[in-house]
């Protein structure tokens, strides 16, 4: 048999017959994700060409490696490619072939890659085979024909639901929707031949080279129905409150549904293009990228041998212990969780056995199936055998010392010791240990079942396996993994509790909880600090007898406010909607408390209030930067974003720092220091330096 021919560096052509038709293949092969890069797209453009020009009776577009297409090259978004073939020629090679074109579908059919086997006129998957249009997730819409494309094979409401969450579906609920044409159980051989014979049956059988274009049905039945769109945008609006995209995507299906094809491709070219240049999308494809850079540690050669996690100790069954637990029995590995007595351990497993039966994604067959891994006991001993043991009792470092030493003397020689402490020095518990070198920090957030981050902690000591080991296992469970140094609050709570001082220190300036809370939600973030503190609890390591008016915190606990819990905090809550109003007495405390340190209240404006709560996390996130807590600056952005809710929209801290101009904050921080004092206010001296030389944070490796 002939070798294939290279058409370019990414793109070969090969030829079979059978049952006696001359079929071409098409075979792309740019690892790792086979994105359409300027050589994939010419390379395509090209063998499209020479499959027609030299006889081919149809041809079959498949990929090497361990995917289909997962869309445009993104890191060529910001230009610079070589002039090449653009995705509409090689789209329109396809669509108009003379021969049947039939995309050979395995892994990930994602963006340009589902647009492009959505210009085949058919599609073959294996089971395993995903398919999505995820530019939303890049503040983007499908920018190559999919939104014109998709609705006219899947229908309307799936169209919409598709393109706003970027969800990928499989080939069973491909294949119902009308978007594949055949599914084959096996591997990618398998997938070559199915796809190979139906080429060669569409041929022999005569079958229509169907355009997708030209399928109108599903579309026109929609014409002029207003109100599909309309219930659709109103229940999506909480989720997707402050994204253009989703809204766009939207725009786009209504042109799909009330304009003929080519004009629908001219809106839908308009729109892309606004996103595409907008600042959201190019936050939003930094994000992307600073994402898979934060799992790389530059000193922990890839090939560290890593601990094998066969079963998982958690100690302690509270807020944390149990939604931690969860994580591994979700993935199939055995947790045994120990508590201090049995009724906390009841508490605890019941707990996680009601957040199981809660979640909409678990069948009860799965619930059982997972508690049924969760070993719970009473007995430390029962951690002898397991491969890595997580702590989360109190946050208390002699009790931490005290297990830790424990820890040291129960478990197995290379077992893995990590604290899910939110803020405590790592190294400190390390040393009491007879292996510090096996010690680390895992920190998840609460609730830890829901929420991203991992925000790792490496001590001084941890070895190289601990390291690499924890985030392999971060990347197991799911989640997003960040990897920092030693410091109190880490990186995400070091600057929390920054915007949390010049909160608080604006109350008492004039501010109320309401406006800082607003201008926070109006920014992007879910809530803002104080009605997080609320829903915290506002008696979170508050003791009663300890307490002396010292800060409003303070005193609105010996006002008998609790926080939502009570129905009182820096709000109201309705008892039945809990809904938050804000409190004229809450008001007045705060007066009274401002009156009693003599400050004098004023209007402070929104303005104000945005740059007091965000520049000091920006001088501190650059603090941590030179003090190399983070490994990089986009490390930082991936913390808040996944941890604390930054909006992914506005990039990050450090993303939005630059793009607001560093020289202008730190003129701005300077401006704050001089006139209200506090170490938070001195100026990071590398944002000096990257503000004067007109460098970057988010670019910055420490
Ligand atoms: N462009 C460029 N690089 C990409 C890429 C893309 N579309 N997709 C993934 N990569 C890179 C990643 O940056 C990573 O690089 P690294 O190893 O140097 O860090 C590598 O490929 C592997 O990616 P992951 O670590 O994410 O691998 P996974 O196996 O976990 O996931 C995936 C694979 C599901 C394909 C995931 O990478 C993904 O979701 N990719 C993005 C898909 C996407 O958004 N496609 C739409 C692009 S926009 C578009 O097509 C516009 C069009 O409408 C015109
Ligand atoms: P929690 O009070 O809900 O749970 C702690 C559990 O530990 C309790 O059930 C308690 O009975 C158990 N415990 C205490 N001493 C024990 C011992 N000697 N042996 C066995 N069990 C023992 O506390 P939470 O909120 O779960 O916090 C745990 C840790 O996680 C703390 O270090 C905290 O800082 C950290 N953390 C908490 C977050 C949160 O939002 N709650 C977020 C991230 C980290």
Redesign the pocket.
Known sequence: MAEPIEVSESVSLDRETVDGVDVALVIVNNPPVNALSWHVRQGLFEAMTQATDSGAQAIVVVCEGRTFIAGADISEFGGGAPNAASLQDVQSAMEDAPVPVIAAIHGTALGGGLEVALCAHYRVSVASAKFGLPEVNLGLLPGAGGTQRLPRLVGVPKALEMMTTGRHIGSAEAREGGLVDDVVEGDTDALRGAALAFAAKAVNDAMPRVRVRDRNELVEAHKGDERIFADFRKSIARKTRGFLAPEYNIQCIEAAANQPFEEGLKTEGKLFMELMTGPQSAAQRYYFFAERAANKIPDIPKDTPLIDVKHVGV????????GIAMNFANVGIPVTI????QA?LD??LAVVRKNYERSRSTTAEQVEERMGLITGS?S?QDFADCDMVI??????MD??K??FKELDEICKPGALLA??????DVNEIAAVTSRPESVIGM????P?NVMKLLENVRGDKSSDTVVATTMAIGKKIGKVSTMVGVCPGFVGNRMLFMRGAEAERMLLEGATPAQVDKVLFDFGFPMGPFSMSDL?GLD?GWKEEQSSSSTIREVLCENGRRGQKNGMGYYTYDPETRAATPDAEVEQLIKNFAIGKGIEQREVSDQEVLERCLYPMINEGAKILEEKIAIRGSDIDVVWVNGYGWPVYRGGPMHWADSVGLAEIASKIEEYSASLGGKHWDLSPLLKSLAESGGQLQTYTS
């Not at 120990?338 to 007595?341: A, F, I, M, P, S």
């Not at 702590?391 to 208390?396: I, K, M, P, S, Y």
């Not at 920190?443 to 609460?446: G, I, K, L, Q, T």
């Open positions: 100690l302690g069954a509270g807020t944390m212990g149990g120990v508590e201090r007595d906390s508490k605890g009473t430390k702590e989360a009792v109190f946050e208390d009790l931490k005290s297990i604290s899910n402490t939110s803020a405590l920190h998840f957030f609460s830890a915290a979170i």
